[in-house]
């Protein structure tokens, strides 16, 4: 048996909070449609890099928002 990531389809009405701010930022830049249609399997080591990338920038905002508001994340 292959080690790794299952092929599940991907389903957008059952994601996770964190799924769905990546499935945001995959919409963002052009490639929900993919995702939607083939799967997160299906997106380039650079596409996926990217979407990492930009996921990791808009937590350290949220946590910056929070700190500035007096909120404990």
Same mark, same amino acid.
């Given at each position: 048996?292959?080690?790794?990531? #299952? ?5 957008? =009405?059952?994601? #996770? ?28 080591? #650079? ?10 920038? =808009?937590? =350290? ?13």
């Amino acid at each position: 048996m292959s080690k790794g990531k #299952k092929n599940e389809p991907f389903d957008p =009405r059952n994601m #996770k909070p964190e799924e769905i701010l990546k499935f945001e930022i995959a919409t963002e830049l052009g490639l929900g449609d993919k995702v939607i249609e083939s799967g997160w399997r299906s997106l380039s080591a #650079k596409e996926s890099g990217r979407i990492g990338g930009l996921i990791t920038k =808009r937590k =350290r905002e949220m946590k910056n928002e929070a700190l500035l508001k007096g909120e404990e994340v």
